[in-house]
Antibody
Framework: EERLLDSGGDLVQPGGSLRLACVAS????????MSWVRQAPGKGLEWVSS????????YHADSVKGRFSISRDNSKNTLFLQMNSLRAEDTAVYYCARVREPDATTYFDLWGQGTLVTVSS | DIQMTQSPSSLSASVGDRVTITCQAS??????LNWYQQKPGKAPKLLIY???NLERGVPSRFSGSGSGTHFTFTISSLQPEDIATYYCQQYQNYPVFGQGTKLEI
């Protein structure tokens, strides 16, 4: 069975850092672009970042550009999201998601269970 | 930036009803439009991709149509397990989701 397992969410103070991870099982991630999508409490979905299958191209939403960095280790079937300079408005459940394309963010066909990031003093 | 306007924001219907949700793009996005279902406390699930293609394993009562700026998502006969929030998502450039439609019975 194909699965994504998100982890790394925690309570962190404003200005702090956190690194999320997403481990894939049941398939190899290298042919796929991968993304992070977040959902603030009681709110809708917001795309955060995407990375191409090779890891050569990365894209970030304007709301996180310069603070968040997406990366991947295909040898470990793992996706990462390094989050720096965290703000209260970054509080959300973060989902990793698989994109059914290697180089473009089209549609998300497999999702992790989500990991909660809370930014508060 | 492309904006997505999804309506209605909430909808109450009965089992067996035909349910329709619309999504309007602020500019032409061809058929670059997908639909997701999200049940409370769960991750979203892809239902329809590229406006009208049914994801494998998804019941045929779900369907999508449209192109350009106007798109429609339909449940032909509402079932109790369809209670969820539904989102559209465009990918003309960067992914943008609609605001969601909460469906209740």
């Amino acid at each position: 069975e194909e699965r994504l397992l998100d982890s790394g969410g925690d309570l962190v103070q404003p200005g702090g850092s956190l690194r999320l991870a997403c481990v894939a099982s049941g398939f190899t991630v290298s042919p796929y672009a991968m993304s992070w999508v977040r959902q603030a409490p009681g709110k809708g979905l917001e795309w955060v970042s995407s990375i191409s299958g090779s890891g050569g191209r990365a894209y970030h939403a304007d709301s996180v550009k310069g603070r968040f960095s997406i990366s991947r280790d295909n040898s470990k079937n793992t996706l990462f999201l390094q989050m720096n300079s965290l703000r209260a408005e970054d509080t959300a459940v973060y989902y990793c998601a698989r994109v059914r394309e290697p180089d473009a963010t089209t549609y998300f066909d497999l999702w992790g269970q989500g990991t909660l990031v809370t930014v508060s003093s | 930036d492309i904006q997505m306007t999804q309506s209605p924001s909430s909808l109450s219907a009965s089992v067996g009803d035909r349910v329709t949700i619309t999504c309007q793009a602020s500019q032409d996005i061809r058929n670059y439009l997908n639909w997701y279902q999200q049940k409370p406390g769960k991750a979203p699930k892809l239902l329809i991709y590229d406006a009208s293609n049914l994801e494998r394993g998804v019941p045929s009562r779900f369907s999508g149509s449209g192109s350009g700026t106007h798109f429609t998502f339909t449940i032909s006969s509402l079932q109790p397990e369809d209670i969820a929030t539904y989102y559209c998502q465009q990918y003309q450039n960067y992914p943008v989701f609609g605001q969601g439609t909460k469906l209740e019975i």
